[in-house]
């Protein structure tokens, strides 16, 4: 792509290259998690509208259908290409599973495992790494990632925000130039999709198509998404820029809004957008309104599927399998609780949750009274009050004399937990782990939910009993809670996050087993 500048005596018109690379990449498929159709169609339609555009070479599409280890190396050799050349733009983009752990957001690719998640994700301040080597001019971010992983519902509403601020270029040791960072979703939320394409990509598309001008900004890209997905409190999309919002995305011309429009037509309900007739009338659309709630109103459940799908959790945990060494070493029980209040640790944190975070959930916090304490002042009558002890107060510097200090007690409203207002026979899930031998703790995981007419949320957390003698012990449960979101129309979303969840909870068991006496059996032979 060419630029041109002002240059020299005479005013000449000097034509410049710019080096615009691009790097996309795409999982659909994954072995331990639930299958993202549309990322494939996502990342085939990004591909094929940069290549559209002319302006993008190369571009780097790989299929993230495959072990982690190649996808890294394809990264590896494509920033390694470029280290050196200082490419005016590159833009990263990226659709799958994400998983933001409180600490680190996370890339997951096709074989992730929890147990070995350094090894089949990409970190967010590894993929930093390598765009510091290239030293871009600008960077561009465009991540679309529903999430999968776990969240922790003791962070602050804000604790994924504070976490991409934190780890925005200019804040590491290397500073990286201006760039901007376009994430689909808030922390708290998940990236919507169909079958056909993820509904930020989509987005991100249509402002290409829809736009007027001759020169579209990244700034043009991210006030279009925010418009469109305001009147949608279920996904907010979240962006940070350091750049001064005149940078160009492409340069647009009548015959690339037409090719971008053929390209998105096959994936969407609506044809392309209505133009305007000479009459100035809107052409009218072809799928009508009544097609367009039905459309939306497959997402939905009724009492009764929710009620079904309650009982299949049920069945599928009694059911699960759990692997070989596991069983070698504990006994496996499933409890349901009617009660989570009762029988649930740390449950007022839940209540707190759903107290702070809009949601559409059938459930509200429950409250208890308590009283505390208070000091405040109240005035003393003149009759108590001496001219000595006038003088004395002010001379020590003491609050102001006609008043005392008083103790008095009041009482106020706190969070105990939640309810579900939608009745279930089952409102909780424990599963313990029995030592067989006397050397191992007990362990046990609590699970509760939490639901709307579209999706449940799981809440689960993992405790580790400390020993009073041979026949009582005490539960020391973990400070967070962890939190998991799944489609309720599909058994096999909620299948994958249940599997996620024991996986976790297999792994918080055998884990420190695994490193006490593996390590000490290898330290034996040496």
Same mark, same amino acid.
């Given at each position: 792509?060419?630029?041109?500048?002002?240059?020299?005596?005479?005013?000449? /018109? *000097?034509?410049?290259?710019?080096?615009?690379?691009? !790097?996309?990449?795409?999982?659909?498929?994954?072995?331990?998690?639930?299958?993202?159709?549309? !990322?494939?169609?996502?990342?085939?339609?990004?591909?094929?509208?940069?290549?559209?555009?002319?302006?993008?070479?190369?571009?780097?599409?790989?299929?993230?259908?495959?072990?982690?280890?190649?996808?890294?190396?394809?990264?590896?050799?494509?920033?390694?290409? +470029?280290?050196?050349?200082?490419?005016?733009?590159?833009?990263?983009?990226?659709?799958?599973?994400?998983?933001?752990?409180?600490?680190?957001?996370? +890339?997951?690719?096709?074989?992730?495992?929890?147990?070995?998640?350094?090894?089949?994700?990409?970190?967010?301040?590894?993929?930093?790494?390598?765009?510091?080597?290239?030293?871009?001019?600008?960077?561009?971010?465009?991540?679309?990632?529903?999430?999968?992983?776990?969240? /922790?519902?003791?962070?602050?509403?804000?604790?994924?925000?504070?976490?991409?601020?934190?780890?925005?270029?200019?804040?590491?040791?290397?500073?990286?130039?201006?760039?901007?960072?376009?994430?689909?979703?808030?922390?708290?939320? +998940?990236? /919507?999709?169909?079958?056909?394409?993820?509904?930020?990509?989509?987005? *991100?598309?249509?402002?290409?198509?829809?736009?007027?001008?001759?020169?579209?900004?990244?700034?043009?890209?991210?006030?279009?998404?925010?418009?469109?997905?305001?009147?949608?409190?279920?996904?907010?999309?979240?962006?940070?820029?350091?750049?001064?919002?005149?940078? *160009?995305?492409?340069?647009?011309?009548?015959?690339?809004?037409?090719?971008?429009?053929?390209?998105?037509?096959?994936?969407?309900?609506? &044809?392309?957008?209505?133009?305007?007739?000479?009459?100035?009338? $809107?052409?009218?659309?072809?799928? $009508?309104?009544?097609?367009?709630?039905?459309?939306?109103?497959?997402?939905?459940?009724?009492?009764?599927?929710?009620?079904?799908?309650?009982?299949?959790?049920?069945?599928?945990?009694?059911?699960?399998?759990?692997?070989?060494?596991?069983?070698?070493?504990?006994?496996?029980?499933?409890?349901?609780?009617?009660?989570?209040?009762?029988?649930? &640790?740390?449950?007022?944190?839940?209540?707190?949750?759903?107290?702070?975070?809009?949601?559409? /959930?059938?459930?509200?916090?429950?409250?208890?009274?308590?009283?505390?304490?208070?000091?405040?002042?109240?005035?003393?009558?003149?009759?108590?009050?001496?001219?000595?002890?006038?003088?004395?107060?002010?001379?020590?510097?003491?609050?102001? &004399?006609?008043?005392?200090?008083?103790?008095?007690?009041?009482?106020?409203?706190? *969070?105990?937990?939640?309810?579900?207002?939608?009745?279930?026979?089952?409102?909780?899930?424990?599963?313990?782990?029995?030592?067989?031998?006397?050397?191992?703790?007990?362990?046990?995981?609590?699970?509760?939910?939490?639901?709307?007419?579209?999706?449940?949320?799981?809440?689960?957390?993992?405790?580790?009993?400390?020993?009073?003698?041979?026949?009582?012990?005490?539960?020391?449960?973990?400070?967070?809670?962890?939190?998991?979101?799944?489609?309720?129309?599909?058994?096999?979303?909620?299948?994958?996050?249940?599997?996620?969840?024991?996986?976790?909870?297999?792994? +918080?068991?055998?884990?420190?087993?695994?490193?006490?006496?593996?390590?000490?059996?290898?330290?034996?032979?040496?």
């Amino acid at each position: 792509m060419l630029k041109g500048s002002l240059s020299g005596p005479h005013w000449a /018109y *000097v034509m410049e290259e710019i080096m615009k690379i691009a !790097c996309l990449v795409g999982v659909s498929k994954y072995k331990n998690l639930n299958e993202l159709r549309a !990322c494939g169609n996502d990342i085939a339609l990004m591909n094929s509208v940069l290549e559209a555009t002319d302006q993008y070479d190369p571009i780097l599409c790989i299929d993230g259908n495959q072990e982690s280890s190649k996808v890294k190396q394809q990264l590896v050799n494509f920033f390694n290409q +470029y280290k050196g050349q200082n490419p005016d733009q590159v833009l990263f983009y990226y659709t799958g599973h994400g998983d933001f752990d409180g600490k680190e957001f996370s +890339y997951l690719l096709s074989d992730y495992e929890d147990s070995r998640k350094n090894q089949t994700t990409i970190k967010n301040t590894e993929l930093d790494d390598w765009i510091r080597l290239i030293n871009p001019g600008l960077t561009v971010k465009i991540i679309d990632a529903c999430h999968a992983g776990v969240q /922790y519902i003791k962070d602050t509403d804000d604790a994924f925000n504070k976490y991409l601020n934190s780890t925005t270029p200019t804040k590491l040791p290397k500073a990286i130039n201006s760039f901007y960072y376009m994430f689909s979703s808030l922390r708290e939320q +998940y990236s /919507y999709q169909d079958d056909r394409l993820s509904d930020f990509t989509k987005c *991100v598309v249509e402002s290409i198509s829809d736009f007027t001008g001759t020169e579209m900004r990244f700034k043009d890209v991210i006030d279009y998404v925010s418009d469109s997905f305001k009147p949608n409190p279920k996904q907010t999309p979240y962006f940070i820029t350091q750049a001064t919002s005149t940078e *160009v995305f492409i340069a647009i011309n009548p015959s690339l809004i037409e090719r971008i429009r053929g390209l998105l037509s096959p994936y969407c309900l609506m &044809p392309a957008p209505s133009e305007k007739a000479e009459t100035g009338h $809107s052409i009218t659309q072809s799928v $009508s309104l009544l097609d367009l709630v039905k459309a939306d109103s497959e997402k939905y459940c009724s009492k009764d599927e929710v009620l079904e799908a309650l009982k299949h959790c049920q069945t599928y945990l009694t059911e699960k399998k759990y692997k070989s060494d596991t069983y070698d070493l504990y006994d496996i029980e499933i409890a349901s609780l009617p009660s989570s209040e009762s029988e649930v &640790p740390r449950i007022e944190n839940i209540g707190k949750w759903l107290s702070e975070n809009k949601n559409d /959930y059938f459930a509200e916090p429950t409250y208890r009274q308590e009283n505390y304490s208070e000091e405040i002042q109240v005035p003393v009558k003149l009759g108590d009050y001496s001219h000595m002890d006038f003088a004395y107060s002010l001379a020590a510097g003491w609050k102001t &004399p006609g008043y005392e200090t008083k103790t008095v007690t009041r009482s106020r409203y706190v *969070v105990k937990g939640f309810q579900l207002t939608q009745e279930t026979d089952l409102s909780a899930f424990r599963i313990t782990a029995i030592p067989k031998f006397l050397n191992l703790n007990w362990h046990d995981c609590h699970i509760t939910f939490v639901f709307s007419k579209i999706e449940i949320r799981f809440f689960y957390i993992f405790s580790t009993f400390r020993e009073q003698n041979w026949d009582e012990r005490n539960r020391q449960p973990e400070e967070s809670w962890r939190t998991l979101v799944a489609s309720l129309k599909s058994n096999t979303t909620v299948d994958d996050a249940l599997r996620q969840i024991i996986e976790t909870f297999e792994n +918080y068991i055998m884990e420190p087993i695994r490193n006490k006496y593996l390590l000490q059996s290898k330290s034996c032979e040496q």
